[in-house]
């Protein structure tokens, strides 16, 4: 082969990076983790989560296709039309569970301290909540599609007044 044909592979191949694989990553980061969406079939809400690989490699060439990983309602439901994917592919951000949860925490203060509670990713700690009976839970102790009730019947603590209230209950 000659000089210039390596030339111009490695000037196709670098071209490609430079423009395939922001797209791919963009529309990996866009579609991955847990959605709450509500399902078509009944008006509750479903904790979905979307092949984001596929989703990155097809956005590639086209239109990214979604297509579900998992659904909160299956494995008794498995066979359902996956209608509720066009509310993920109309608003990505907004049906994503670590966004209702962060935006949800943000300018928000303890409810037993006063403290405001600081991101997540800041602090390393797990966000925490007082019931209305005064008991100290995480958002893990809770499936994902109960998240946005929770949050509408729960206050919000800091991770500190959660962790000393759980130490004070132990015997």
């Known amino acids: 082969?000659?000089?210039?044909?390596?030339?111009?592979?490695?000037?196709?191949?670098?071209?490609?990076?430079?423009?395939?694989?922001?797209?791919?990553?963009?529309?990996?980061?866009?579609?991955?983790?847990?959605?709450?969406?509500?399902?078509?079939?009944?008006?509750?809400?479903?904790?979905?989560?979307?092949d984001a690989?596929?989703?990155?490699?097809?956005?590639?060439?086209?239109?990214?296709?979604?297509?579900?990983?998992?659904?909160?309602?299956?494995?008794?439901r498995e066979d359902c039309g996956q209608e509720c994917l066009l509310q993920v592919q109309l608003s990505p951000k907004d049906c994503s569970l670590q966004n209702i949860i962060t935006q949800w925490y943000e300018e928000r203060y303890c409810t037993s301290?006063?403290?405001?509670?600081?991101?997540?990713?800041?602090t390393g700690h797990e966000y925490a909540l007082l019931s209305p009976e005064g008991r100290a839970a995480t958002l893990s102790e809770f499936p994902p599609e109960k998240i946005p009730d929770v949050l509408a019947t729960y206050s919000?603590?800091?991770w500190v007044c959660s962790h000393a209230s759980k130490v004070r209950k132990s015997p």
């Open 53 to 76: 690989s596929h989703a990155a490699f097809t956005s590639i060439f086209s239109h990214p296709d979604l297509r579900m990983k998992s659904c909160s309602r299956w494995p008794e």
């Open 113 to 122: 301290c006063g403290r405001q509670i600081l991101p997540f990713r800041f």
């Open 1 to 50: 082969m000659t000089p210039e044909l390596y030339f111009m592979m490695m000037l196709l191949v670098f071209a490609s990076i430079y423009f395939v694989v922001p797209v791919a990553v963009t529309n990996f980061r866009r579609y991955r983790g847990k959605r709450i969406v509500s399902c078509p079939e009944t008006p509750k809400n479903c904790a979905v989560e979307v």
């Open 156 to 158: 919000p603590i800091c």
